[in-house]
């Protein structure tokens, strides 16, 4: 599949959710990357940026 820029998706996440226990981390969450896309992780916790990669 491509975007609308016709760059064609290298990632595609679909319904990713991640519990730890009873903690629930990542619910339900949907994204593409494409081919040269640069996506920055926001968040204040630097330590986290790298939880759902």
Known sequence: MAD???RRN??????LTRQFGDLLVL?????TVAEGEQVPEDG??????????
Request: glycine residues 8%; hydrophobic residues 35%.
């Open 27 to 31: 619910d339900n969450i949907n994204f």
């Open 4 to 6: 609308y820029l016709g």
């Open 44 to 53: 204040e916790n630097p330590h986290s940026h790298g939880l759902m990669m």
């Open 10 to 15: 290298k990632i595609e996440v679909k319904n």
